[in-house]
């Protein structure tokens, strides 16, 4: 799996393209050759997977129950609007108009790279979202990661 990190501002052209910064390219598994899917972020961003971890992340998704009504729910809007997408030979990516309406991206975007995607975010709204940051990240911090074990105990961070 990737490590991908990093926050990258970006403009859009007239036609929705935009340059891969050249520390996303370094970034990418090999193998994956500039190749993409981009679908809707589970906020009103996009995200961006390197095709090998798109195949990995839809290999989860169609592993579930398709009886069940909200799995079912959940895989249509997961793959809704998932699209492939190839560095052109200039080294950008064009954004599916859909998926920019649903983002409500304009010309400036931002890049957060973190795991194995990318999200794609209208400037306006990462900032907007950065400004809404919790006031006391430390509980926050306690509580999403204050289960994880430490050195192989099974004990709960204090």
């Known amino acids: 799996m990737p490590h991908l990190l990093g926050e990258y501002e970006c403009k859009l052209d007239s036609k929705g393209r935009f340059m891969l910064p050249s520390g996303l390219k370094k ?5 994956d050759e500039g190749r993409f899917v981009i679908n809707r972020g589970f906020e009103s961003n996009l995200t961006l997977y390197p095709e090998s971890e798109w195949l ?3 290999r989860e998704v169609n592993s579930l ?5 909200k799995n079912r729910e959940f ?7 998932a699209t492939e997408l190839r560095l052109d030979p200039a080294g950008r990516l064009l954004l599916p108009k859909s998926l920019l309406d649903y983002g409500g991206i304009g010309r400036e975007i931002v890049l957060f790279a973190y795991g194995d995607r990318i999200e794609v975010w209208a400037k306006e709204a990462y900032e907007q979202m950065l400004a809404s940051e919790p006031d006391n990240f430390s509980s926050l911090a306690e ?7 430490q050195a192989g ?3 709960d961070v204090p």
């Open 65 to 69: 129950n398709l009886y069940n009504k």
């Open 56 to 58: 990995k992340s839809s």
């Open 75 to 81: 895989v249509r809007y997961f793959f809704r609007g």
């Open 143 to 149: 509580e999403v990661m204050g289960k994880i074990n």
């Open 27 to 31: 970034q990418m598994p090999p193998g």
């Open 153 to 155: 105990g099974d004990k």
